[in-house]
Each structure stands twice: as structure tokens, then as C-alpha cells.
């Protein structure tokens, strides 16, 4: 794949999502239309330190590809993390930011014909909400997707009164958020006993994980255990 060039972004609007995670929109001027597959990322590069590899930061784009030239990052506040401090003290409406994109191979076949399971933990979602918005903007056909979603409580819950709303729009779209230390009407624990007990049955299927490491980890161990291949398995990992 061919190395994208460095751009100018303008942060056009922000938007705080919930008590850590931000929104940002990004318009790229010299573009008209800012063209991606759902599930790749950009690469920001901040004013944060001397070597240009230590001032890199990559996030999985949130929004869909919908002809303009505008994209949304979902950016959590890492403690510590001089990246995102710098996005949420600096960066403003009308900031410039240095970008260069879209890149990676997490994305979805073109065709889906087996069950999909998309599996993530915090701003892991962000470019699983791109692909399900993606598949119902578009017709695409499914068997079945399940996207299973775990945060802590449900002041952490991102994007759920639009994912809540698309699974009744779109056939086959099966949303799961799991709850790890709040109780309330939908799942608690973490995610993993959800897909589990959906694949009980051993049927065809293939599973991507994006979030922190130790879920990750754990996700490979416990489908590889449930029998499935190593190939059924695709990761984009967070932090």
C-alpha cells in the first residue's frame, strides 16, 4: 500500500462524547472528497517531541466515507498520554492538524458471508462504528454481525442511542454493550462470555478485536480454544 503524504487538516467541530472521550471533525481543504475504507486509520503528527517518530499518534477513523472531504476521530484522554493531552488542551475549532492517511488492512471483506463478530473495548468501537454505518448506508449484504462492546458503566457507553437505533434499521446487525462494574438492564461482566455463548453452535465465523491488550489477549486465547483458527482472527490494538 502506498505511503500516503502528509495534509493539512482543519478541526472544523468538537464535541465532548462523554467524561474522557472527544469528538473531533477534521476537514482536509485541498481535498474534495477525503476517500477510506472503513476500518483504517490516520496518523496525526503533534507538536510533542523533537523526533518525528515520538510525535506520531494513529487513530481508527469513527465516521463512514460519505463523499466529503470531513472525517471524525473518537479520542479518549490517556492518563499521561502526551498525544491526547495535547489534543484536548490545545486544539480548538479552526486548530490545523498534520495528517497523513487513510492506511491499514483492517477492514472487512467485500463480501460477508459468514457471522462476524466485532469485539471492543473503549474507543476500540471507533472504526467498528464506521463498517456497520458503512454496510447500512450502502445495502450490503449480511448474515449476521454482532458487534460486542464492553466499557466500565454506562457514563462510558459510546455512540449507544445510534448503534441502539441501527440495529433495528439494519438486517443482521446485533449490538451487545456490556457493562463491567455497573449493573443496568443490558449485559454486565466483560465481553468475552458474549461471544462464547453465541458461538456455541461452532458455526462458520470470523472475529475482529480492537482495544486495550490484555482484552485482545485474552479474546485470541478463548476463541482459539473455542476451536476456531487463527485465521479467523483480526486485531487492531489500542495503546
Known amino acids: 500500500m502506498a505511503l500516503q503524504p502528509w495534509r493539512k487538516g482543519i478541526v472544523i467541530k468538537i464535541d465532548d462524547h462523554t467524561h474522557n472521550t472527544r469528538r473531533f471533525w477534521i476537514q482536509i481543504p485541498e481535498l474534495e472528497k477525503f476517500d477510506f475504507i472503513p476500518g ?40 499521561g498520554g502526551l498525544g491526547t493531552n495535547y489534543l ?61 462492546f464492553g466499557c466500565r458503566n454506562k457514563a ?20 451487545h454493550p456490556t457493562l463491567s462494574r455497573e449493573h443496568w438492564e443490558g449485559h454486565n461482566g466483560y465481553v468475552h462470555g458474549i461471544y462464547e455463548d453465541l458461538c456455541k453452535e461452532k458455526q462458520d465465523a470470523c472475529f475482529f478485536l480492537c482495544g486495550w491488550k490484555h482484552m485482545i489477549d485474552e479474546a485470541k486465547k478463548r476463541i482459539t480454544e473455542m476451536g476456531y483458527d487463527k485465521k479467523a482472527i483480526h486485531q487492531e490494538l489500542y495503546g
Open 88 to 148: 484536548f488542551s490545545e486544539i480548538k475549532v479552526g486548530s490545523e492538524l498534520t495528517l497523513r492517511g487513510a492506511q491499514g488492512v483492517f477492514t472487512l471483506p467485500e463480501k460477508i458471508e459468514k457471522d462476524t463478530f466485532l469485539i471492543c473495548t473503549g474507543t476500540g468501537i471507533a472504526p467498528f462504528r464506521s463498517m456497520v454505518n458503512h454496510i447500512y448506508r450502502h445495502n450490503i449484504p449480511v448474515k449476521n454481525i454482532h458487534m460486542i
Open 40 to 79: 483504517q486509520f490516520v496518523t496525526l503528527d503533534l507538536p510533542i517531541h523533537e523526533k518525528p517518530n515520538k510525535r506520531w499518534r494513529s487513530y481508527s477513523i469513527a465516521s463512514w466515507p460519505d463523499d466529503t472531504n470531513v472525517f471524525e476521530l473518537l479520542i479518549v484522554l490517556a492518563e
Open 156 to 175: 462510558d457507553l459510546l455512540y449507544y442511542e445510534e448503534l441502539t437505533a441501527l440495529e433495528e434499521k439494519l438486517p443482521g446487525f446485533h449490538y
